[in-house]
């Protein structure tokens, strides 16, 4: 029989199912609302899931990363804007801004903020976010 901690991902799946089927993101006008992180007391035997949830229309916490980065690069595109050559279109980056998050087909994928430039057009020096990420130093 498994533990309780590793029932936990079993647990959380309960509780999306239950919060779609109850429709409480529909009825409050939310663009999401979902189990998030656990944290587990092995010696109480206990454990508490955080509920996140995104109003409708909000850009969330990776659109507004995305924004913070556009501030130091705004030659990036704004937020929504389809990638030329594909399907995807952004929706936030990596809290680290070495990544771009893009949706299509309701799946979430990552880019390399270097390739996303490319895709653009600009061409330049890697950010020291992206050096750090590649091993350059300094």
């Not at 979902?34 to 092995?42: I, K, Q, S, T």
């Not at 909000?58 to 501030?71: F, H, S, T, V, W």
């Not at 936030?92 to 299509?104: E, F, L, V, W």
């Amino acid at each position: 029989m498994a533990t309780l901690k590793q029932q936990l991902p079993q647990i959380r799946d309960a509780i999306n199912a239950a919060l779609e089927a109850a429709g409480v993101a529909k009825q409050f006008n939310l663009k999401s609302l979902v189990a998030g992180n656990c944290r587990f007391d092995p010696d109480a035997g206990s454990f508490t899931f955080k509920v996140d949830g995104v109003v409708a229309g909000a850009i969330g916490k990776e659109g507004a990363l995305y924004e913070q980065l556009r501030q130091c690069e705004p030659s990036l595109p704004p937020l929504f804007t389809v990638i030329p050559g594909t399907d995807d279109y952004i929706v936030g980056c990596n809290p680290s801004g070495t990544k771009i998050i893009t949706m299509r087909n309701e799946k979430r994928y990552q880019w390399p903020l270097l390739s996303v430039r490319r895709r653009f057009g600009v061409v330049s020096e890697p950010s020291l976010s992206e050096q750090r990420a590649m091993g350059v130093s300094s």
